[in-house]
């Protein structure tokens, strides 16, 4: 069975940092493209960082030079390592497969096509 | 960075109504655009792909149209497990933004 399934969450104080995990089963996360999408309290879905399968790595601006997306291929896990939280950054974290969803005329097509459940990060003194 | 707008923000329907749900992109993403449906509590699903491809297993009264910068999702006959929050997002070009939500409610 194709699964995500993140860990890592917890309450932690501003400044302070985290790392959460994805551990996939079912496909290789090192063969996919590999997201971290994030929603606030009662907000709606933020991109938040993308690591190919080649390596290349991108992040939101919100996050970036804060947050570092990387995978660790022989435990087929993706991480994201949060530094410097803020209070902004409470949210729920999902990780998510990027993967080819379609293509059409040499053209191809990718969806977040596989969540995990999500992990909660709260930023509070 | 490419941003995603939708409209409207929420929307109350009876069940069987036809539902409209519109995304604009703020530049031509041609057909790169998925749809998203949410539950409260639970992970987004990918309903639709490429603007208007339905991902396996989803109803068929789920459609989608549009290209360029205006895209629609359509319920044809809204079905009482469709009450939910929808996103659109562009996957045209890395930072994969979604637009803000549109929340489905019972009237």
């Known amino acids: 069975e194709v699964q995500l399934v993140e860990s890592g969450g917890g309450l932690i104080q501003p400044g302070g940092s985290l790392r959460l995990s994805c551990a996939a089963s079912g496909f290789t996360v090192s063969s996919n493209y590999m997201s971290w999408v994030r929603q606030a309290p009662g907000k709606g879905l933020e991109w938040v960082s993308v690591i190919y399968s080649g390596g290349s790595t991108y992040y939101a601006d919100s996050v970036k030079g804060r947050f570092t997306i990387s995978r660790d291929n022989s435990k087929n896990t993706l991480y994201l390592q949060m530094n410097s939280l803020r209070a902004e950054d409470t949210a729920v974290y999902y990780c998510a497969r990027v993967a080819v969803v379609g293509v059409y005329t040499a053209s191809y097509y990718y969806g977040m096509d596989v969540w995990g459940q999500g992990t909660t990060v709260t930023v509070s003194s | 960075d490419i941003q995603m707008t939708q409209s409207p923000s929420s929307l109350s329907a009876s069940v069987g109504d036809r539902v409209t749900i519109t995304c604009r992109a703020s530049q031509s993403i041609s057909s790169y655009l998925n749809w998203y449906q949410q539950k409260p509590g639970k992970a987004p699903k990918l309903l639709i792909y490429a603007a208007s491809s339905l991902q396996s297993g989803v109803p068929s009264r789920f459609s989608g149209s549009g290209s360029g910068t205006d895209f629609t999702l359509t319920i044809s006959s809204l079905q009482p497990e469709d009450f939910a929050t929808y996103y659109c997002?562009?996957?045209?070009?890395?930072?994969?933004?979604f637009g803000q939500g549109t929340k489905v409610e019972i009237k």
């Open positions: 997002q562009q996957s045209y070009s890395t930072g994969w933004a």
